[in-house]
């Protein structure tokens, strides 16, 4: 079966920092780009970052600029997000996903969904 699966979500104090990761199984990652996206209570599902297929171009929203970073491994098939200076509107579920178009904004475009990683930021 082929999937993606988001983790390493948790509570963390503001300021802080985590790093999610999206492993793929069943399918091979490199061929394709993967978004960020996330979705806090109440609020529309939106993008976080991107990055391309062979990791040399990456795109951040404007509202994790700076903090957050995205990598990726594509022999272990894994992509990372690396998020540094947690807010507290950072709070949400993060989702990983991967589709053959670079930074769509588009959901439907996406081919691949992971089930989603909770990111608490709170004192």
């Known amino acids: 079966q082929s999937q993606l699966v988001d983790s390493g979500g948790g509570l963390v104090q503001p300021g802080g920092s985590l790093r999610l990761s999206c492993a793929a199984s069943?399918?091979?990652?490199?061929?394709?780009?993967i978004g960020w996206f996330r979705q806090a209570p109440g609020k529309e599902r939106e993008g976080v970052g991107c990055?391309?297929?062979?990791?040399?171009?990456?795109n951040f929203a404007d509202s994790v600029k700076g903090r957050f970073t995205i990598s990726r491994d594509n022999a272990k098939n894994t992509v990372y997000l690396q998020m540094n200076s947690l807010k507290p509107e950072d709070t949400a579920i993060y989702y990983c996903t991967a589709g053959y178009k670079f930074c769509s904004n588009v959901m439907s475009e996406y081919h691949y969904w992971g089930p989603g990683t909770q990111v608490t930021v709170s004192s």
């Open positions: 990055i391309s297929r062979d990791g040399v171009a990456t």
């Open positions: 069943g399918f091979a990652l490199r061929y394709y780009h």
